[in-house]
């Protein structure tokens, strides 16, 4: 015999007890396997085909699904009334009734087969009982260790558990090495071709928010919170802050005493990427004007239906606004949820869409012999 039933049932035990799973799911496993096995030793490919197996004594039996029909042409699928009435007495053409055959033994093909089968089931098992504990954990962050770098993606350990960081979740500029311990955003547990598996995170907004949450107890108290979060991973961020308490400095709040709090945060995701916190507000205008920060905003003019923003800033402001490569003006406009339009004050006056204010005029400076002659002047009246 090619395969030892009770050798098997032990091992199912032992299995069910290492990998944590339950005794009924590897029986059920090896069972499919067993099944399949059978049609290739016994029966036909398509035959619907059940599996028992006795963990006690390891006897193995299978029953065939067989139609009941006047005159059987494909005996694998089919049986005559008279012999389904053996097995139940009520049959009736049209019927199905398992036909039960006790398994002895199978070919030394079937059972390779079978044995693959288990313990790629049983692999997939495993793999979705862990997965089912980390779906209670997505949105949160969590540990991770750097298993290796393939190319534009990195695979970590998380537990019992692998997960991948893409390209696109990974801080820009960060190194990652195998053996390296980073804190990952838990994003989504995808299941595709290749089984389940975990996609995390560096890059996204939700990370840096976890982050503040963690230096901010405010946060968990409802004093302050965060309304937005626009970011450039390992570049610069925007973050809207609010206070729900009178008093309470919300942006103080996050910086924290000489700037602790933001520096823990920006110690994760590397000092290279600059964190503007900023106040958040209800008036469109005024979120636009905050957004912008640093630079000294002249007048926002919003056109709400098409979620664009006209911003005047003075024309020596004009490059600190758009910023290096325009991150500034687009960080802001994510940020706000409008689309906007950068204007120098100069500009804009040609075209009439500020109000000029006119300034008395100054007087021109003299040249020095007039000065000199003025002079002169001024001192013959005083002695006259």
């Known amino acids: 015999m090619d395969m030892d039933f009770k050798q098997l049932a032990v091992a199912i035990q032992a299995i069910a007890e290492e990998k944590n799973l339950s005794e009924a799911t590897v029986k059920d496993v090896v069972e499919q396997a067993l099944a399949a096995a059978y049609r290739r030793d016994y029966g036909e490919r398509e035959q619907e085909v059940r599996v028992t197996m006795n963990l006690e004594t390891g006897e193995v039996d299978a029953y065939v699904n067989k139609e009941v029909v006047e005159d059987v042409t494909e005996p694998a699928y089919e049986l005559s009334i008279a012999q389904a009435q053996v097995m139940k007495k009520d049959a009736t053409l049209g019927d199905f009734v398992e036909v039960h055959e006790q398994v002895k033994s199978f070919g030394r093909v079937a059972a390779q087969t079978a044995k ?53 979740e990974q801080i820009q500029g960060e190194r990652y090495y195998p053996g390296q311990r980073l804190k990952v955003y838990l994003k989504d547990v995808e299941r595709g071709m290749r089984g389940p598996q975990l996609v995390v995170s560096r890059g996204n907004c939700e990370f840096l928010e976890w982050l503040f949450r963690a230096e901010v107890p405010e946060m968990e108290s409802g004093a302050v919170e965060i309304k937005g979060i626009a970011r450039e991973a390992g570049v610069r961020s925007k973050v809207a802050v609010a206070s729900m308490v009178p008093g309470v400095d919300p942006v103080g709040t996050f910086v924290g005493g000489h700037g602790t709090r933001v520096n823990a945060v920006m110690n994760e995701i590397g000092e290279q990427e600059k964190i503007d916190i900023i106040v958040w507000k209800e008036k469109a205008e005024d979120y636009i004007t905050e957004a912008l920060s640093p630079t000294k905003v002249t007048r926002v003019v919003v056109d709400e239906p098409n979620k664009r923003a006209k911003v005047i800033v003075p024309e020596d402001q004009l490059s600190i606004a758009i910023g290096r490569g325009g991150q500034n003006v687009r960080l802001a406009s994510k940020l706000v949820g409008y689309e906007l339009d950068i204007e120098a004050e100069k500009v804009a ?25 003025s002079l002169l002047e001024a001192i013959e009246e005083h002695g006259e």
Do not use: C, H, W
């Open 116 to 168: 693959q089968v288990i313990l790629q089931r049983l692999r997939e098992a495993e793999r979705e009982i862990v997965l089912a504990e980390f779906e209670d954990k997505i949105g949160t962050v969590i540990a991770a260790l750097v298993s290796r770098v393939e190319g534009m993606i990195v695979r970590l350990e998380l537990g019992k558990a692998q997960g991948i960081m893409p390209k696109s």
């Open 349 to 373: 006056e040609v075209e009439g869409t500020v109000d000029t204010v006119t300034l008395p005029k100054q007087p021109r400076l003299k040249k020095k012999e007039q000065l000199e002659s």
